[in-house]
């Protein structure tokens, strides 16, 4: 294979420019995947012989996968098409997706009129797929389909990845793409597939990346400073940023946030709060470290680093001044009384042991109850052979529903009516995911007798501590240890 | 006939004459005019209380919809814009907010669908999307003129002409249907959060999260618990393909004040009494009930008023009222109110006065029409006297401001008045110190001229003498102080032959305090007044069993009944509800043994000796003592099946299960009383 062959190493360094730090990956996708842009120019020239049916590309996520294959093949591969399997439902999706890809690939660059006829059939399975893509590529020599995240396709049969892997064998002029994540080995059930490695991006590659497009420090130029324009600006940006950056990479980063996606999210999420001493005019643009002791209590706070729905409002702009309100108010929806207490009692039923309930709950003395604490003489002093983990670490038991209105009514102050708000209030309750039903036979029937329930994962000992306090309950003499 | 296999059948026009008997006789003959009464008062009230409840989350459902607006306008790559609603534990709230929302959709300048998925939706992913698929093409677009849903109806049946089929999970549908409509917005609102499997909600937000770039999703959640509990169960993928801002509702107690508020605020015919109310405010308090079903409550209880009690006839509009019946009449004389009024006349030796309203009907009933418009009249300034206590407690400090509810509750029971509330109200008043006193009278001025609340007689009078005694002090920036004003006086303490002796000192008042604390007597005495003249005790009221209805009992029978109580106690004591002959004889000591006889049904026979066994029941033993009971007068056979049916049916109930630990045993489910 001459040199000559192969593509201008121009197109490449263009690449590679844009795609910094994946230099080797390119290498080797033009050297599995050629080119066919030079062979339109020059038709005589014929690489196919060298290159593989199928090639696997892996790496963890955020290192660039598809984005550098959509690039290459943009770029050298004159058809092509590129299947997104995380929007695919099941296996038929899949392939019906594929198909239409394919076609939508072919059809591509023939005038309108021709669009009319498109391929317009089922495609049900593996097979025919295979004889899909052999009626459509008849005409072609070459085609490169790409199966993006194969590897969380829903709903796949354990046949698909290595049937895919084998498309090339049955469709002359194929090239299959696979992109996975962490492929185990031989998933393919095939031997002598190329696979090109993505590593993780490095500390200086991550820096170096991140710092190609610094963001602002300031979002209006100071007014106050005269001689300070958009170009002093513009030049202080990527000398701040990049600095930032390795802090951040250094303090937080490089333990909980490795990949790039999630740094740059980070990097961004602390940037406007970092700067501020900046724009207050405490610090200048350049005095890097003195800042950096400043604000070392950001490059400390680990909660950062939780994803969460709502923005946190401690990082919020403080352009918002009413952050803290709907917080506030939001605690103000609570349960009604005897559904606290109706969790309670389903707490108690499912962290006691059956086997202590006529212990805690019978309605006898106080004196009797209090003899639990003496024990007699063996038990005294002598550390238990089996280590014991505290309840409440555990998961929760199933109970029944007749157990848990029976620690309900022993539980109550007061007697309660057992009206059809009860039973409403275990079914919107269980609706609410804090109750679940589970365990036992036939649990997912509703009306099955001796059905089980369990407390949800929500229903943690703190949360049932809070409960006992706002109804004034008295948890801890209830609860077995 | 006969030849035909089918005819249509075409009955008579007219009834046959038996079916008259049914036409309602003596007290039953007002119920059509009651009906139409209860209609009128009815939807007035519907009106004033859906207004309310509207009107309740307003601002919110302003802040949902700026954020969608604002969501459109700018769009964060990749995340989803998120509206989260706290809708609290009944979660009746939020399809009203959605609904709100719809409603601007529909005259807002952006084009959007709003679809909404529940958890009944689907219970996977794909079952999810056809919902959401078919729900978004078939609904109309938010665009107002007609013909051109016509034409879109049209562009609907053949959805991608061109193009190859797609399955009917493909998200592809969706986009090509919000690019042929120019959509820029597919909001997609959760019903119930919590009902969702995480697992789903998880996936399928990440799959919306996929197809963000080319389909401009936003999502409304509503959330009946918090939002770490959603975060808890969302996927981490998910969470990041969120970009989310908390909305939260108004209160459900909030909603309940509202809606009684409406109630008492129209002007009612009919009042409901304080045990009523009050039954109905602690369910709403105690268990997770939404707030249209105290809606329905309160529409229950006006029914049954003006279907059940015949005297009801009279709230109808007063023209009506002299041609009532005159059986109604006779029933009017028959009410307790009615003879204590006449009791009272004769001790008043108004003797032809009584005789009049017990002979002539016609007297009777201007006396029913008078007195039941001042009972009512009396009932609503009590309501507004309500309003001003709520007034004067929201202006004195360090005073907690009571719900009209619970205020209502006090006064209808008539124990208001003496309440320590009021008492502790009065001195309050006669400790607080001038400016709040002033602003106090004024906005009792001012409420008076709005809402026409009761008002102390010279008000203004009143008002400026507080208010020249206030500019003569002029040197002074203090306010005055009152003499009852603890702050005016001193503890001292004096030790007297070695005993502790506390007196308290009055300190020095300057003149103008002195007026003022003289200004403040009249002031509470002129509120004491007003207290004391509305807040009537309703029962005290001639006809209040007219307009006032408190009933609890077909509140709780129908609202809150007790099915396994019924059950449970049908089987115990079958004999209350057969009424049988055989086994009436139960009586008194006898009842323990009556409980068991061979000629109750099989399965009471049965259920009773469930109760006395364990939890694990040997079926065998179960058998001998069932036989023993039914005795041996049967075949075995015939036993045997009575007795299989009866274990059928208590299984059937859910009352016993076959149990895997002894193969010859069955466990029991249920305990009595629970």
């Keep these: 294979m001459g040199e000559q062959l192969l593509l201008p190493d121009e197109l490449l360094l263009m690449l590679s420019e844009k795609w910094t730090c994946r230099d080797q990956q390119l290498r080797q996708l033009r050297t599995l995947v050629s080119h066919d842009r030079i062979n339109l120019v020059q038709p005589k020239l014929h690489v196919q012989a060298t290159t593989p049916s199928t090639v696997v590309v892996y790496g963890p996520c955020a290192t660039g996968k598809s984005r550098v294959i959509q690039a290459y093949l943009e770029s050298h591969v004159t058809k092509f098409a590129i299947v997104n399997c995380r929007e695919c439902i099941t296996g038929r999706h899949l392939f019906e997706r594929t198909v239409a890809a394919v076609a939508a690939s072919l059809w591509n660059d023939k005038p309108e009129a021709n669009r009319n006829d498109t391929y317009n059939e089922r495609c049900e399975n593996l097979a025919a797929l295979v004889v899909h893509l052999q009626k459509l590529l008849k005409m072609h020599e070459k085609f490169v389909l790409v199966f993006d995240g194969v590897d969380k396709q829903r709903e796949s049969a354990p046949t698909l990845l290595p049937a895919l892997a084998r498309l090339g064998e049955y469709v002359s002029g194929l090239i299959t793409i696979m992109i996975v994540q962490h492929p185990p080995p031989r998933f393919l059930h095939q031997s002598g597939v190329p696979y090109i490695h993505f590593p993780a991006y490095t500390r200086a590659q991550s820096v170096h990346i991140l710092s190609r497009n610094p963001p602002d420090i300031f979002l209006e130029l100071p007014t106050d400073v005269p001689d300070y324009d958009a170009e002093v600006h513009a030049e202080d940006k990527p000398w701040l940023w990049p600095r930032y950056c390795a802090a951040i990479w250094d303090s937080l980063a490089q333990n909980a946030a490795r990949d790039l996606v999630s740094f740059r999210a980070l990097c961004i999420k602390l940037w406007r709060p970092f700067v501020a001493p900046i724009l207050a005019g405490d610090f200048g643009t350049r005095d890097f470290s003195r800042l950096l002791v400043a604000q070392r209590r950001l490059f400390q706070d680990e909660t950062v680093l939780l994803d969460s729905i709502i923005a946190s409002p401690t990082l919020a702009p403080p352009t918002a001044p009413s952050q803290d309100k709907p917080s506030k108010s939001s605690s103000a929806h609570e349960l009604p009384y005897y559904a606290k207490y109706l969790l309670l009692a389903a707490y108690l039923a499912s962290f006691n042991p059956a086997k202590t309930d006529a212990l805690y709950f019978m309605k006898s003395t106080e004196r009797k109850r209090r003899k639990k604490g003496g024990g007699t003489a063996r038990s005294g002093g002598r550390v238990s052979q089996k280590r014991q983990v505290p309840r409440h670490l555990l998961g929760a038991a199933a109970f029944t529903l007749d157990r848990v209105l029976s620690v309900l009514h022993a539980i109550l102050p007061d007697d309660l009516r057992g009206t059809v708000d009860v039973y409403t209030l275990v079914a919107t309750l269980t609706s609410l995911k804090l109750l679940v039903r589970g365990g036992g036979l036939g649990a997912g029937d509703a009306l099955e007798a001796g059905g089980k329930w369990k407390v949800g994962a929500a229903v943690s000992w703190e949360y049932v501590q809070g409960l006992a306090r706002s109804v004034d309950f008295g948890l801890s003499d209830y609860v077995a240890e | ?674």
Aim: glycine share 4%; aromatic share 6%.
């Design chain 2, 1 to 674: 006939m006969e030849y035909e296999k089918v005819y249509v059948f075409q009955p008579e026009s007219e009834r046959p004459a038996k079916r008259r008997r049914v036409e309602p006789q003596g007290l039953q003959t007002s119920w059509r005019r009651r009906r139409q009464v209860f209609d009128r008062v009815w939807s007035g009230q519907q009106q004033a209380i859906d207004a309310r409840l509207d009107g309740i989350n307003a601002s919110t459902v302003n802040k949902v919809w700026h954020f969608l607006e604002r969501a459109v306008l700018d769009e964060q790559p990749g995340r989803i814009p998120t509206g989260i609603i706290l809708t609290g534990a009944d979660g009746a709230t939020g399809p009203g907010i959605a609904k709100q929302v719809a409603e601007r959709i529909r005259v807002g300048k952006h084009r959007r669908i709003l679809l909404s998925l529940s958890s009944s939706s689907g219970t996977n992913l794909k079952a999810l999307l056809k919902t959401l698929i078919v729900k978004a093409t078939s609904r109309r677009t938010g665009s107002s003129d007609d013909e051109e849903l016509d034409d879109e109806d049209d562009e609907l049946r053949n959805p991608r002409s061109t193009g190859p089929k797609l399955l009917n999970y493909d998200l592809q549908l969706l986009q090509d249907h919000v690019r042929e409509h120019r959509t820029e917005q597919v909001i997609i609102t959760f019903e119930d959060t919590e009902a969702f499997d995480g697992d789903l909600l998880s996936e399928i937000i990440e799959l919306l999260g996929c197809w963000q770039d080319r389909i401009p999703f936003a999502c409304l959640f509503n959330i009946a618990t918090s939002i770490d509990f959603l975060q808890q169960r969302l996927s981490k993928a998910a969470v990041k393909a969120l970009a989310g801002q908390v909305f939260d509702v108004a209160l459900s107690s909030v909603e309940v004040e509202q809606v009684c508020e409406a109630m008492f605020d129209t002007d009612t015919p009919l009042w409901l009494g304080s045990a009523l109310m009050s039954t109905m405010l602690e369910r709403q308090h105690d268990y997770v009930v939404s707030v249209d079903s105290f809606a329905a409550a309160m529409k229950y209880a006006c029914m049954s008023h003006f279907y059940a009690n015949a005297l009801s006839v009279f709230l109808g509009l007063e023209a009506e009222c002299h041609d009532i019946a005159a059986d109604h009449v006779v029933a009017v004389r028959q009410l307790g109110s009615f003879k204590t009024y006449a009791r009272r006349l004769l001790d008043d030796h108004q003797v032809a006065v009584l005789k009049e309203h017990l002979e002539s009907d016609t007297a009777l009933r201007l006396l029913v029409r008078d007195k039941v418009a001042k009972g009512r009249q009396k009932l609503s300034a009590m309501v507004q006297t309500l309003k001003v206590i709520r007034l004067v407690q929201q202006r004195l400090p360090h005073t907690p401001v009571s719900s009209m509810s619970s205020l209502y509750v006090q006064a209808m029971s008539g124990k208001l008045i003496g309440s320590p509330l009021i008492r502790a109200l009065l001195l309050t008043i006669r400790k607080a110190p001038s400016n709040i006193v002033v602003t106090l009278l004024r906005d009792l001025m001012a409420f008076h001229t709005e809402k026409h609340t009761p008002t102390i007689p010279d008000c203004q009078l009143l008002l400026t003498r507080f208010e020249d005694l206030i500019e003569s002090q002029k040197h002074s920036t203090k306010p005055l102080r009152s003499e009852d004003d603890s702050q005016n006086t001193t503890l001292r303490t004096t030790v007297v032959a070695q005993k502790v002796e506390l007196s308290k000192q009055k300190s020095a008042l300057s003149e103008q305090d002195k007026k003022y604390t003289e200004l403040l007597g009249i002031l509470t005495s002129g509120i004491e007044d007003i207290f004391a003249s509305n807040l009537v005790n309703p029962t005290d009221l001639i006809f209040h069993e007219i307009f006032v209805y408190d009933l609890k009992s077909p509140y709780r029978e129908v609202f809150t009944p007790r099915p396994r109580h019924a059950i449970e106690r049908a089987l115990a004591t079958p004999h209350d509800y057969l009424d049988c002959d055989c086994c009436g004889s139960g009586q008194g000591d006898e009842h323990v043994e009556a409980t068991l006889a061979a000629t109750q049904p099989a399965t009471a026979v049965l259920y009773q000796l469930y109760l006395e066994s364990g939890s694990l029941i040997n079926a065998s033993d179960l058998w001998q003592a069932f036989q023993a009971v039914l005795g041996d007068g049967g075949e075995e056979a015939e036993t045997m099946t009575l007795f299989q049916r009866a274990l059928a049916e208590l299984r059937y109930l859910g009352m016993m299960k076959s149990t895997r630990k002894r193969v010859d045993h069955v466990a029991k489910v249920m305990w009595q009383g629970l």
